[in-house]
């Protein structure tokens, strides 16, 4: 009975220490992580903060901040790691804030993204930017302010593979240099995304400046935004590329204090508009 006793507790014990994420007090600018981390201090970087290493980890930031000097990425997962959670901190400084390529199921969520910038690289400056293929990622309750071009970018250089994922409830606001890329979410060969009761604001630094921009993307849902104070509320554009922006659907969204409520550029059929309110 001793024996039993003292395996079911040598058990429990392993099940406990397994289950909770490592302490990383000993984690260091540009490392790569492999098993759960929870940060126990600030970051401050001159190059990329931290690179994703394996699948189904979690990287908390324990509500602190990685701070960089304008270049690499806060948070890196190129590697294209799966089922990966990046969560519960501040990410500030950096080229880009959270960079995926080729990761399917993570989930960005509880952040604070802000002043990542680079007026060189138009892939750069971007506080989530997801390039290179994605599938079923959420991006959802950020507050992403102030990076030196889009809020949120969601793309690939082809159709079809970054398809399905969500970006919901995130606060998206004053991104974008002035004259140029001045988007808080943008798709871009981006299919079947949800997009939905995100606040956005404040993307009115050029004439272009838009709120949501749907960029030969389709089957696309945007429904329950609010946007405000943006040159446009949204703008759909084919690229020429007839079809590659059909079949996206816009559905009680409200735009306020903006110049425009929306414009749509080429073919776009399929699409539906239904009960959205403008007042600019």
Same mark, same amino acid.
């Given at each position: 009975?001793?024996? &039993?006793?003292?395996?079911? $507790?040598?058990? &429990?014990?392993?099940? #406990?220490?397994?289950?909770?994420?490592?302490?990383?007090?000993?984690?260091?600018?540009?490392?790569?992580?492999?098993?759960?981390?929870?940060?126990?201090?600030?970051? +401050?970087?001159?190059?990329?903060?931290?690179?994703?290493? $394996?699948?189904?980890?979690?990287?908390?930031?324990?509500?602190?901040?990685?701070?960089?000097?304008?270049?690499?990425?806060?948070?890196?997962?190129?590697?294209?790691?799966?089922?990966?959670?990046? +969560?519960?901190?501040?990410?500030?400084?950096?080229?880009?804030?959270? $960079?995926?390529?080729?990761?399917?199921?993570?989930?960005?969520?509880?952040?604070?993204?802000?002043?990542?910038?680079? #007026?060189?690289?138009?892939?750069?400056?971007?506080?989530?930017?997801?390039?290179?293929?994605?599938?079923?990622?959420?991006?959802?309750?950020?507050?992403?302010?102030?990076?030196?071009?889009?809020?949120?970018?969601?793309?690939?250089?082809?159709?079809?593979?970054?398809?399905?994922?969500?970006?919901?409830?995130?606060?998206?606001?004053?991104?974008?240099? $002035?004259?140029?890329?001045?988007?808080?979410?943008?798709?871009?060969?981006?299919?079947?995304?949800?997009?939905? @009761?995100?606040?956005?604001?404040?993307?009115?630094?050029?004439?272009?400046?838009?709120?949501?921009?749907?960029?030969?993307? @389709?089957?696309? +849902?945007?429904?329950?935004?609010?946007?405000?104070?943006?040159?446009?509320?949204?703008?759909?554009?084919?690229?020429?590329?007839?079809?590659?922006?059909?079949?996206?659907?816009?559905?009680?969204?409200?735009?306020?204090?903006?110049?425009?409520?929306?414009?749509?550029?080429?073919?776009?059929?399929?699409?539906?508009?239904?009960?959205?309110?403008?007042?600019?």
């Amino acid at each position: 009975m001793r024996k &039993l006793a003292s395996s079911v $507790a040598a058990a &429990l014990l392993l099940a #406990a220490s397994m289950a909770v994420p490592a302490a990383a007090s000993d984690v260091a600018c540009g490392d790569t992580i492999t098993t759960n981390i929870t940060l126990t201090h600030d970051l +401050t970087c001159s190059g990329t903060g931290l690179v994703v290493g $394996a699948p189904g980890i979690t990287v908390d930031l324990g509500g602190f901040t990685l701070s960089g000097a304008g270049a690499g990425n806060g948070i890196d997962n190129n590697g294209g790691f799966d089922n990966v959670t990046i +969560t519960n901190g501040t990410i500030d400084g950096f080229a880009n804030g959270v $960079a995926l390529s080729g990761a399917d199921s993570n989930t960005i969520s509880h952040l604070t993204i802000t002043n990542n910038s680079n #007026a060189n690289n138009w892939w750069e400056g971007v506080g989530i930017v997801m390039w290179g293929g994605g599938i079923n990622n959420t991006i959802t309750h950020n507050t992403i302010s102030g990076n030196s071009r889009q809020g949120v970018f969601l793309g690939h250089s082809g159709p079809g593979t970054t398809s399905y994922n969500t970006v919901s409830q995130n606060e998206i606001s004053n991104n974008g240099l $002035a004259g140029y890329d001045g988007y808080g979410i943008q798709l871009w060969n981006a299919d079947y995304t949800i997009v939905s @009761k995100n606040e956005i604001s404040g993307h009115n630094n050029w004439w272009f400046g838009q709120g949501i921009y749907v960029l030969a993307s @389709k089957g696309n +849902t945007i429904e329950r935004n609010e946007l405000e104070a943006n040159s446009y509320g949204w703008v759909v554009w084919d690229w020429g590329v007839s079809g590659s922006a059909n079949d996206n659907d816009f559905v009680r969204n409200e735009i306020e204090d903006s110049a425009n409520c929306w414009w749509f550029v080429g073919t776009y059929e399929g699409t539906v508009l239904n009960r959205n309110e403008c007042e600019v």
